[in-house]
């Protein structure tokens, strides 16, 4: 069957936008294609910096034919009805309309439209000049002189050329003639900007990527990527060094070169003293290259790859040399911040309200830049005071989380505990005003961490500055150190507590202060290491105080609202949290069940949903689901005849008795062994007992079901069946609200 040739062929197109262009490309298409009847058998899209690529394969040649009958209105409707039928229907008269009868309805109008399938070509010569002229480039721009009138064509860069071409493999394609502002489709791209700028026919999408191929451009970005990476493998292995790996660089720079040739440049040993997370950033951003370590000590090494976009005469001395002289310029640069950080501000008069309000020591450079946030009055958000207010309010809950996370500790270690959390805290903002994180923002943390550990500062205290941060994000790592896991609930409590008391929570679509990610993290963090944290009783009433101690900012709204919003909010990122993790998130509401305790208590939560997922995936537990729902719908159905409550309270053992059936009496005693049993493991939190209890249900209920028939024609052995259904159901709900359960 034929194919589908397309090339829109630029100016360079930002790497950045390149993957998502050629996705749009497809989907514009193929879902113009789908909707004209044109059903394809494949399509795949590239991009590389100057173009645009679609080969769409197994394309008919022509639409189907489209048969459609449309009703109208019945025999005898007002005018008005039916001229709207015949303009929908495209009919000059009723003349062309066809009557049927329907013996309750009576006759009515029929149009029957037949519309012959569409030739693909012409298809295809609508379908992209409109996607051409509405694609969706999140930035893009007009040139020439058309671009004064404001008419012209819209691109990301300009645009020189379109190639388009149909046809079978066995025949020669025909170039899919259209034009789209003044540019004319054709069988005609050009190959690399330097090495072979010049023409290029191509006929199908084969000897497309070995025309390109051959005039030195790799068509597809993955195997770009896989040449670059490939590439500097081999050089760094030459070296006796090992590639420092990084795939968001190695993206982009796949989308800067349409022929990847790597080479290998180098600077001075002595900016090696610059930490290394700042020579890689330094290069990084500025050069687009990447670094290399020495596989024995795991330390960087004073050589660095870039990738060109040409083979050059002199095998690339002169690209290697260009950067080479601004790598050195930015490492100088770079070194001079770092000696800079490391040295005494020249105010230090001036900060010592700061470091006494504080509790900071200015002989040291990391508490002088802190002390130097503080006077600066640096504002963390308008409603929410300065960066110092909220340094002295994570400071505080640091102290009181410590506590919580070392309560099994000696007392001397969790006092050591609790006073490394409070000077992690402190310092935990203090690289912010550095001149390497004011260079390179994605530095804080990191270079706190390595300025901490210049000046001497507990390796818990060090680790946590950088850690607090943590995690950023789902697969981020989560820290394990007691003192990062108190500094960095403290950091995420207080944000997320804040921007509750001043209403800017998250709304359906937006979320500028990432508060969703930061409630994620206060969950994993818990989790992870293991921390029993009610927010109830402790996080969130602690920051609402220290709000209101500072400014009354906790005033502004009321505190019960915003920790019942905020506990809801949790409950809601949990179940993302267990979704994308593929667990069953309709558990958490199920262990949240109306009067269930410990809601706020997101560990003890996980572990009851944890059980309870255990429990269900056995037989006991997928046959107690079904007899509870059993249970349920018939009480719900009788209730609604007898009243909400009618059915409350033990049942009647002596008429049980009297009733004779051994399977009756056998629920009724089950219940009575097994409820005190699964209430007693939850007060416990001994889940898995609980689950066990319910499971020595089964078999009664099971029986029970098989033979007693609950609606008996006595009401007051029905009543008395019901009663026991209704233990059944609130048994259950010891352990978690089975109704809430899908399935």
């Keep these: 069957m034929p194919d589908l040739l397309l090339e829109l062929f630029s100016e360079e197109i930002p790497a950045r936008m390149q993957r998502k262009a050629a996705e749009d490309l497809k989907k514009l298409v193929t879902d113009a294609l789908v909707e004209r009847g044109l059903v394809y058998e494949g399509a795949k899209a590239f991009a590389t910096p100057r173009r645009l690529a679609l080969h769409v394969a197994g394309l008919p040649v022509r639409g189907r034919d489209i048969r459609e009958e449309r009703k109208g209105p019945r025999v005898g409707a007002p005018d008005a009805a039916i001229q709207g039928f015949l303009k929908a229907a495209g009919l000059a008269s009723l003349d062309q309309a066809t009557i049927v009868s329907d013996p309750k309805k009576g006759d009515s109008y029929i149009a029957v439209i037949e519309k012959p399938g569409q030739e693909?070509?012409?298809?295809?010569?609508?379908?992209?000049?409109?996607?051409?002229?509405?694609?969706?480039?999140?930035?893009?721009?007009?040139?020439?002189q058309a671009s004064a009138a404001g008419a012209s064509l819209r691109w990301v860069r300009p645009l020189h050329a379109i190639l388009c071409t149909f046809g079978a493999e066995t025949e020669e394609p025909e170039v899919v003639p259209f034009e789209v502002d003044g540019i004319h489709s054709g069988n005609t791209t050009y190959g690399h900007r330097f090495h072979a700028p010049g023409a290029i026919t191509v006929r199908r999408f084969d000897d497309y990527v070995a025309a390109l191929e051959q005039a030195k451009v790799v068509l597809d970005a993955d195997r770009r990527k896989e040449i670059i990476l490939a590439d500097a493998k081999t050089l760094a292995f030459a070296q006796g060094l090992e590639l420092v790996e990084d795939e968001g660089l190695l993206e982009e720079v796949a989308g800067l070169v349409e022929w990847p040739v790597v080479l290998m440049g180098s600077f001075e040993e002595r900016f090696l003293e610059i930490p290394g997370e700042a020579i890689r950033a330094t290069i990084r951003a500025n050069q687009k290259c990447f670094v290399l370590r020495d596989p024995a000590t795991g330390n960087l090494a004073n050589r660095f790859l870039l990738t060109s976009n040409l083979m050059a005469s002199d095998g690339g001395a002169a690209i290697v040399a260009g950067n080479e002289r601004v790598v050195r310029a930015r490492l100088s640069d770079a070194a001079y911040f770092f000696a800079t950080d490391k040295g005494n501000l020249p105010d230090l008069e001036t900060l010592k309200d700061?470091?006494?309000?504080?509790?900071?020591?200015?002989?040291?450079?990391?508490?002088?830049?802190?002390a130097k946030l503080d006077r600066l009055g640096v504002v963390f958000h308008a409603k929410l005071g300065t960066q110092g207010q909220r340094v002295q309010r994570i400071a505080a809950l640091a102290r009181e989380l410590a506590e919580v996370i070392g309560k099994d500790l000696p007392d001397a270690e969790r006092a050591k505990l609790v006073k490394n959390a409070e000077?992690?805290?402190?310092?935990?903002?203090?690289?912010?005003?550095?001149?390497?994180?004011?260079?390179?923002?994605?530095?804080?943390?990191?270079?706190?961490?390595?300025?901490?550990?210049?000046?001497?500062?507990?390796?818990?205290?060090?680790?946590?500055?950088?850690?607090?941060?943590?995690?950023?994000?789902?697969?981020?790592?989560?820290?394990?150190?007691?003192?990062?896991?108190?500094v960095a609930l403290a950091d995420k409590l207080d944000t997320l507590v804040g921007f509750w008391a001043i209403d800017e929570k998250p709304t359906g679509s937006k979320d500028p202060y990432a508060l969703r990610r930061a409630a994620l993290g206060v969950i994993r963090l818990l989790v992870s290491n293991n921390v029993r944290l009610p927010l109830d009783d402790f996080g969130l009433p602690s920051g609402l105080v220290e709000f209101e101690r500072q400014n009354g900012f906790g005033r502004m709204v009321d505190k019960a609202s915003i920790k019942t919003e905020l506990i809801e909010f949790f409950h809601d990122r949990l179940k993302v949290m267990l979704r994308d993790q593929g667990a069953r998130h309709d558990l958490v509401d199920a262990v949240l069940g109306e009067g269930a305790t410990g809601s706020d208590d997101l560990l003890l939560i996980t572990r009851r949903v944890a059980a309870l997922g255990r429990f269900l995936e056995t037989e006991d537990g997928k046959s107690l689901l079904a007899g509870y729902k059993r249970a349920a719908n018939i009480l719900k159905a009788e209730e609604k005849k007898d009243g909400e409550g009618a059915f409350a309270g033990a049942a009647d053992l002596q008429l049980i008795a009297e009733a004779g059936l051994i399977e009756e009496k056998g629920l009724a005693v089950a219940l009575a062994q097994a409820t005190p049993k699964a209430e007693s493991a939850v007060a416990a939190e001994d889940y898995e007992g609980a689950m066990a209890a319910l499971a020595d249900l089964r078999p009664a209920v099971d029986a029970f079901f098989d033979n007693v028939t609950v609606n008996d024609p006595d009401p007051a052995l029905r009543a008395n069946r019901l009663r026991l259904l209704n233990q059944l159901r609130e048994a259950t709900r010891a352990v978690a609200d089975f109704g809430r359960i899908a399935g």
Excluded: N
């Design 120 to 144: 693909t070509v012409a298809a295809i010569a609508e379908i992209v000049p409109a996607v051409i002229r509405s694609f969706p480039w999140p930035k893009s721009m007009r040139w020439g």
């Design 354 to 370: 700061s470091a006494e309000k504080l509790g900071l020591d200015l002989s040291k450079p990391l508490d002088q830049r802190m």
């Design 423 to 486: 000077r992690a805290a402190k310092l935990a903002k203090a690289d912010l005003p550095t001149e390497m994180v004011g260079e390179f923002p994605e530095l804080q943390g990191l270079m706190g961490r390595k300025y901490a550990e210049l000046q001497g500062e507990h390796p818990s205290v060090c680790a946590a500055i950088e850690e607090h941060y943590k995690p950023l994000g789902p697969s981020d790592r989560v820290p394990t150190d007691p003192v990062s896991v108190a």
